[in-house]
């Protein structure tokens, strides 16, 4: 302990005498690590740490690919069709997102809401912490209108007020009622903040139909034991049987995609992500070799006070300390 105390004394007496040395290695040093944990962490948070949702590794994102449009995503039929007649999913859920004015109160808010059909809350496994989630009539065509809102909205615009249950509000010109809140941090599957959640409301007859058809985004939980390779390979023979009824719409270029959510939410980013993290490591890598150079240096300066030392008998292990 004794030695350590020295070796401080020391090392601030140093210090004092060359201040800029100091300050340059300390600088490098903060700049290279700075860097590097800041990217480090979106890393994480991004490819890294599982998806906020009950057994993420078991949910799929479902759609079908147009290659010659460049686009893939659920058709509103297809969805609902899929959904009665596959073996893999325990359920599938269709859902998006658009914009929409909240009026009444102080002023009107543009809000970001989310689409979705009333199974959503049990594919991702995650529900509302406040009131609950929509039930069955909620989400026909003429069914009452009810709104969850996200925790962001709830605080403020409504104060976190828990009273806030079954209070009517405007949006788009309609009236609603909240039924609940979601939790904190909650995001979409495809990881976008979203402001409240209403119902998809999809018009069954419409959509197998076809005379209007919507284009949905779609996220199934698979059956234990359940790979996403077999679940595309049962999807592709639905298709398959899509692709007979209405061959000028499936042509043969087009396939089903059944990729893990994680997997499809980092996939446009990933390799962003690991060369930005290359750089910034190069950045710390970089600090640290002119950190060596800067001692390097000081210690050539210091050669007539090293051989002094080492004649009145400080060992090598002193030196380097």
């Given amino acids: 302990m004794r030695a350590l105390l020295t070796d401080l004394r020391y090392a601030a007496r140093i210090l004092r005498q060359n201040p800029g040395f100091g300050l340059i290695a300390v600088l490098a040093l903060a700049v ?8 480090f962490s979106v890393v994480d948070a991004v490819l890294l740490r599982p998806l906020p949702y009950l057994e993420p590794d078991r949910l799929a994102w479902v759609a079908v690919s147009f290659p ?37 109160g102080d002023e009107p808010v543009r809000l970001l809401c989310g689409t979705v059909t009333q199974t959503f809350f049990a594919v991702i496994g995650v529900q509302p912490v406040l009131g609950r989630s929509f039930i069955p009539s909620e989400d026909q065509p003429r069914g009452p209108r009810a709104v969850i809102l996200t925790y962001g909205l709830w605080q403020g615009r ?43 409301r999809l018009d069954v007859a419409e959509q197998v139909s076809r005379k209007s058809m919507r284009l949905l985004k779609s996220v199934g939980r698979l059956k234990r034991g359940v790979a996403p390779a077999q679940a ?41 992500l690991l060369v930005l993290l290359g750089a910034v490591a190069c950045v710390l890598l970089i600090a640290c070799v002119n950190i060596a150079n800067l001692l390097l240096a000081r210690s050539v300066s210091r050669r007539r006070e090293i051989a002094i030392r080492m004649a009145l008998g400080a060992n090598g292990i002193r030196l380097a300390r």
């Fill in 32 to 39: 290279g690590t700075g860097a590097t944990s800041a990217m």
């Fill in 68 to 104: 010659r449009i460049g686009l893939e995503f659920m058709l509103g039929p297809d969805y609902l069709e899929w959904t009665q007649q596959n073996h893999v999913f325990e359920n599938l859920t269709a859902f998006d997102s658009t914009s929409c004015d909240l009026t009444g």
């Fill in 158 to 200: 409504f104060g976190g007020d828990r009273g806030v249950l079954g209070r009517a509000v405007t949006l788009d010109g309609e009236t609603y009622t909240v039924i609940g809140v979601m939790p904190s941090g909650f995001l979409f599957p495809n990881q976008i903040k979203v402001d409240a959640l209403i119902p998809q």
């Fill in 232 to 272: 595309r390979a049962e999807l592709n023979i639905l298709l398959d049987n899509d692709r007979r009824r209405f061959p000028r719409l499936y042509g043969k270029d087009v396939q089903t995609r059944v990729l893990p959510l994680a997997e499809h939410t980092a996939r446009r980013v990933r390799l962003s």
